[in-house]
């Protein structure tokens, strides 16, 4: 009897019910033996305090038939200092330091460095190879891809953009573009900058531009009412299922389209899903991430000072509302040749449509909560089949409030605090 792989086993569990011989000299002729069984177990089991898995079984055998068997165990559990630890590549160490979440550093998302390395670390192949494991395995994860690192390859491939470079008489200028940072999906797929790309329309006609002039008092009184209803906008986490028109909809986010952007590459995609089975998938990617943020990522202070809005990783509304909006921002954009296309200020831009996409929602009665799901974007833009070059900005459940929806009671910034006058 053998263990099976990824089978849990406990302390003095039987991994192999191996049997010996009991009689292991040849008997003297003629003389009387004691009735006694040919073989007896002696059984191999499991010693741990700790359950274990079974990760692998190998068994060899010789000529002989004389069989060996191998077999690999893996424990889960929290690593502490002086563990010592090795990888398949041949790194050993000791834990020395375990820094608590909060005190690691993030970017502007909130995210934390897979790999931080010693300054001091020596490059050699063990650790190149073990970086490039880590760095590889789980795009290719992502893509069902086998992926390699080929050095020389990758030398060959600079060299000749090197020549090309230096072929060209003219020096190219070199745009300003937001350093945004690369999902783990997009490996093999992103195209190469398009130094010859002719830019936008260098004679579009201008046209007068008229808008309506109001009076002083119209203008205060405009302003009065806008604030007014602003000032209503809060964010709202109990949605009704009650359907919104559809058309409704379609002008938010023509709305939302109006905002401006730089050098008029409007690089935003409102996707829209209402289908139930879509809804739901999004909701259990977001609570499986969001849960793993509440107990992991972002540490206690964070999870504390969002105590006071009583929400957690539990996303009811996500099934509820009757339209969840997705705010994707194209890092760059696609020209016909497959070359990229510069978006300036890509990020800035989206979030100024999103800014007019809460007022315009807020304009015709209809309310939604704010979140930017974290490490949630790659999963999401696989799932709705948007391409690499699109990034999820921030995710809107809309519908109306539910007929017993509260907010927190909080307060906003008095005039004096938000705007200085010179």
């Given at each position: 009897?053998l ?15 191996k ?6 000299q040849?008997p003297?002729e ?6 006694q ?8 089991t ?16 010789n000529?002989?038939?004389?069989f ?12 502490e ?13 000791v ?9 690691m ?21 063990m ?16 893509t069902?891809?086998?992926t ?15 020549r090309?470079a ?9 745009p ?15 195209g190469?900058?398009?130094?010859d790309?002719p ?7 201008h046209v007068?531009y008229?808008?309506?002039?109001y ?7 405009r ?42 590459t ?9 289908d ?5 998938k ?11 943020n509440?107990?992991?990522?972002m ?8 105590r ?10 996500l099934d509820?509302a009757?339209?969840?909006i ?28 999103c800014?007019?996409?809460?007022a ?15 490490n949630?974007g790659?999963?999401?833009?696989l ?15 809309v519908g ?6 509260t907010?927190p009671?909080?307060t ?8 200085v006058?010179?």
């Amino acid at each position: 009897m053998l263990v099976l792989t990824g089978e849990k086993v406990e302390n003095k569990q039987v991994l192999v019910n191996k049997s010996m011989p009991t009689v292991t000299q040849t008997p003297l002729e003629g003389s009387a033996q004691p009735g006694q069984p040919q073989y007896r177990d002696v059984p191999i089991t499991y010693k741990g305090s700790t359950d274990s898995y079974i990760e692998k079984v190998m068994i060899s055998s010789n000529a002989e038939d004389a069989f060996l068997i191998k077999i690999l165990l893996r424990q889960t559990r929290r690593p502490e200092i002086g563990d010592k630890f090795s990888s398949r590549h041949g790194q050993k160490g000791v834990c020395g330091l375990i820094v608590p979440q909060e005190d690691m550093p993030f970017c502007d998302s909130g995210i934390c460095p897979d790999i931080i390395m010693n300054p001091h670390g020596y490059p050699s192949r063990m650790t190149v190879g073990k970086l490039i494991e880590l760095l590889a395995g789980r795009p290719g994860f992502w893509t069902g891809d086998s992926t390699t690192g080929r050095p020389l390859g990758a030398a060959r491939s600079i060299r000749k953009k090197d020549r090309d470079a230096d072929s060209k008489s003219t020096a190219k200028s070199r745009p300003w573009v937001d350093e945004d940072l690369q999902d783990d999906t997009e490996i093999g797929t992103r195209g190469e900058e398009d130094s010859d790309w002719p830019g936008g329309e260098e004679d579009v006609p201008h046209v007068p531009y008229a808008p309506t002039r109001y009076p002083g008092d119209v203008m205060l009184r405009r302003s009065r009412e806008f604030y007014t209803l602003m000032n209503e906008r809060r964010s709202v986490r109990f949605i009704s299922p009650e359907p919104v028109p559809r058309e409704v909809i379609d002008y938010v986010i023509q709305t939302a389209g109006t905002s401006p952007s730089g050098a008029h590459t409007e690089p935003w995609t409102f996707m829209v899903v209402a289908d139930a089975e879509v809804k739901h998938k999004i909701r259990e990617i977001v609570e499986e991430e969001e849960e793993m943020n509440y107990r992991q990522r972002m540490g206690d202070k964070w999870v504390s000072d969002l105590r006071k809005i009583r929400t957690n990783w539990i996303k009811e509304y996500l099934d509820i509302a009757p339209y969840l909006i997705l705010v994707f921002k194209q890092t760059h954009g696609i020209h016909s040749s497959g070359k990229k296309k510069t978006h300036y200020y890509n990020e800035i831009s989206v979030s100024i449509a999103c800014g007019i996409l809460l007022a315009a929602l807020t304009n015709v009665g209809l309310v939604t909560v704010t979140s930017t799901p974290l490490n949630c974007g790659p999963q999401l833009r696989l799932l709705l089949c948007r391409p690499t070059n699109e990034k999820l900005l921030m995710l809107l459940p809309v519908g109306f409030p539910a007929t017993d929806a509260t907010v927190p009671k909080l307060t906003r910034k008095n005039m004096d605090d938000i705007m200085v006058f010179m």
